[in-house]
């Protein structure tokens, strides 16, 4: 018998490990379509309840690669090309330096002259830092190339996730009621917890950081068009990729209008700042509070470290993938941790009412007070004699 236990542990564990190695290759695509079918399921259930279940599930996955597919791809294209015109402005800012402060300035009341001095010896403060790394930038251009094309190979992995998703979409009834069996066999009591605690860290992640941040970097790239900044798309992604940060997207598009500014297009200038103040920032200050308010509130740290770690990873899925990831993961410690008994913890003290049995029986060495009554002892309870 024991032989017979053994045997079907090695030949169970032997499939197990199969099955891993087959899928390990498809492990990024699988946990993606996952999150992307979880993320979407009230939209599906929505079509799905007009349409059918099928025809649901194939306007899901057109809708998918619409809305993530095509942008990536232009994100990667236009960037490939942006890149090396960054490149060459760069080369010919070290050239040439910093433009001159614009003739308005010097004219304004009182301080005019102070900030056009100070202008002037930032500029070549500016220029001289800009020349010391002029060796680096070809290092700098080819690494961000690398790192285009690596999120241009993350469309291949998405296309196999949104494939992997229709099904899930299909299926999603009857996957989500084996994964709700099985945790409870892991879990017991603990399982709709953990499923609770999982749903809203996904939902939280997805549409309040990472969302948000999709918002601003789209937001960012049509204010930097309608200004006439070069290159907008590329600024755009960047945009979105920083959003996650504390500061975010005000390092794209400040930059940017300080550029139009010293650049004479004052107009221009003025309208990006008020834009980026009002438009931008107001996505961040409304948008991301309204929808992480329905999910998990994480640690800034922790996105962070997902954004960054998941694109090294998984390339451009980990941008999505990478926060999920440790979301949940830190979510579910968190759970953990708060449910588990403290250690240490000394009981109340004295007698419990509920439980006279655990009085602690008088000291028969103590003397008692002439002036007050002797302690009686709790009465035992009467235990049944076994049938």
């Known amino acids: 018998m024991i032989v017979e236990r053994i045997l079907m542990a090695i030949l169970l564990g032997a499939i197990a490990t199969g099955c891993v190695v087959v899928l390990y290759p498809f492990a990024s695509a699988l946990l993606w379509a996952a999150i992307l079918a979880f993320t979407t399921w009230p939209l599906y259930r929505l079509f799905r309840a007009r349409i059918g279940r099928i025809p649901a599930a194939l306007l899901m996955s057109v809708l998918s690669t619409l809305l993530v597919v095509l942008p990536i791809a232009v994100v990667a294209s236009a960037g490939a090309e942006d890149v090396s015109q960054i490149t060459v402005a760069a080369r010919d800012l070290v050239a040439g ?28 403060d500016i ?88 918002l601003q970097g789209i937001l960012t790239g049509a204010g930097l068009s309608l200004a006439h900044v070069p290159s907008p798309v590329l600024f755009g992604a960047i945009a979105a990729f920083v959003a996650v940060l504390p500061i975010g997207a005000p390092l794209v598009w400040i930059p940017a209008a300080l550029w139009l500014l010293w650049s004479h297009h004052v107009g221009w200038g003025i309208f990006l700042l008020g834009y980026g103040v009002l438009v931008i920032s107001g996505v961040d200050h409304v948008v991301r509070p309204a929808f992480i308010a329905r999910g998990a509130q994480l640690p800034y740290l922790i996105t962070v470290l997902g954004v960054l770690g998941g694109v090294v990873a998984f390339g451009a899925l980990g941008i999505f993938l990478g926060p999920v990831l440790l979301g949940v993961g830190f979510s579910l410690v968190a759970e953990f941790a708060r449910t588990a008994p ?37 009465t035992e309870p009467a235990l049944d004699p076994p049938a």
């Open 97 to 124: 330096g910093l433009p001159p402060p614009p003739a308005w300035i010097g004219h304004l009341p009182g301080v005019g002259a102070r900030i056009d001095t100070a202008w002037r010896r930032s500029a070549a």
């Open 127 to 214: 220029s001289a830092a800009v020349a010391s790394v002029e060796p680096w930038f070809g290092t700098i251009a080819s690494s961000l190339l690398s790192l285009l094309l690596r999120i241009a190979g993350g469309i291949l992995q998405f296309a196999l996730a949104v494939f992997i998703a229709f099904f899930f979409w299909i299926s999603g009834d009857a996957l989500g009621l084996t994964v709700r069996r099985l945790l409870h066999r892991i879990a017991g009591g603990q399982a709709e917890r953990l499923l609770n605690v999982t749903g809203s860290t996904v939902r939280g992640t997805v549409y309040g950081v990472l969302g948000t941040a999709l």
């Open 342 to 378: 403290m250690l240490g913890t000394a009981p109340p003290p004295g007698p419990s009412p509920a439980h006279p049995i655990a009085s602690p029986a008088p000291s028969a060495h103590k003397t008692a007070s002439p002036s007050a009554p002797p302690a009686e002892r709790p």
